[in-house]
């Protein structure tokens, strides 16, 4: 069987893997590695943190793709990738109220088997967060899971090419049809063609521009992610090894690429200064921004005919949504998820 993916983000990368791994002879063809919202993601896996703004679909789609995550993580050697410890809700004094009233919408729409938040007490939380201990309320939200986003999307795509997968770096796909991928001025017969552009799909999808700080600072020792009720929107920081920190994310509806702005930077800055003052003494590693694929209703799609599937629109929720609709697209190819 020979399949041809347009696009080389998480999607197309997972795609490639899983038909490599089956079989099947893969061409994925990606204008640049480098650029898109992958790289940038922070690898939250968190059905119960996104549940309280993201439709119930995200949610369901992340409680199915967890697993796969265990089995694929292994697959690669890469169990260690994954951290599966909760994630911490916590707001400073004056939003306790929005806190509590977040963590109570989250419990009502959790997908079936998820574990509901849980209220720490501040002795409850020391054992947990030591570095949170002052802050002055928090939940767990002990389904949730993280990932090293870019740990595992360069082992994604290293698998592929061990598995025989043909990667076709620098070439845009112009157009994407049954059976068909046009590249570079050159077309490409197949039986099964993907479109995973994320934007490059065009239609509906719109870009929504997101920005992250990775950080490192050793004088802070948090080991679970932490999502900052804030007034504008939420913050969030995940821990990665060795001190290093990221902080995000903006959501801003632009297709802008450039550079951080000044107020991005300062809101996220201060958001984790405010969450722990020991930042005060970190080094700022990197900034970067990304633009999001996004549907109206900010949910993903596959879609399928003879011939033909699209994943796109997959918005904040590539990571922690993805691996279900590849294992569903695998499954329409024939092959083994």
Not at 82 to 104: C, N, Y
Not at 306 to 331: C, D, F, Q, T, W
């Amino acid at each position: 069987m020979k399949i041809g993916i347009a696009g080389g983000g998480v999607i197309g990368s997972m795609l490639a893997w899983r038909a490599g791994r089956g079989g099947a002879q893969v061409d994925v063809f990606e204008r640049n590695c480098a650029t898109g919202c992958s790289p940038v993601a922070a690898g939250m896996l968190a059905v119960a943190g996104e549940a309280a703004r993201a439709e119930l679909a995200i949610g369901e789609l992340g409680s199915r793709s967890l697993p796969l995550w265990r089995q694929w993580l292994a697959e690669l050697g890469l169990a260690d990738a994954l951290s599966e410890r909760g994630t911490i809700l916590v707001a400073l004094g004056r939003d306790r109220p929005e806190l509590d009233r977040i963590a109570h919408r989250i419990a009502n729409r959790l997908p079936a088997g998820v574990e509901p938040p849980r209220r720490l007490d501040a002795s409850e939380l020391a054992e947990l967060e030591p570095d949170l201990a002052h802050l002055p309320a928090a939940w767990l939200l002990p389904g949730d899971a993280h990932l090293d986003a870019e740990r595992v999307l360069g082992a994604l795509r290293e698998a592929s090419r061990q598995s025989g997968v043909a990667w076709h770096e620098g070439e845009a796909v112009e157009t994407v049809e049954p059976g068909r991928l046009v590249a570079g001025g050159r077309s490409y017969a197949c039986d099964w063609s993907c479109d995973c552009r994320g934007l490059g799909a065009g239609g509906r999808l719109r870009p929504v521009r997101g920005e992250i700080i990775h950080l490192h600072c050793d004088a802070v020792s948090i080991s679970r992610p932490v999502r900052l009720v804030h007034p504008r929107q939420p913050v969030y920081i995940v821990p990665r090894a060795q001190g290093r920190y990221l902080v995000g994310a903006t959501e801003i509806e632009s297709a802008d690429t450039s550079e951080m702005s000044l107020r991005s930077a300062l809101e996220l800055l201060t958001a984790a200064y405010s969450l722990q003052p020991a930042f005060a003494e970190a080094r700022i590693v990197a900034m970067r921004t990304g633009r999001r694929p996004a549907y109206p209703d900010n949910v993903p799609r596959l879609a399928a005919q003879k011939g033909l599937i699209s994943i796109n629109g997959m918005y904040r929720h590539g990571y922690m949504a993805g691996p279900a609709l590849v294992a569903e697209a695998a499954g329409m190819m024939g092959l083994a998820s």
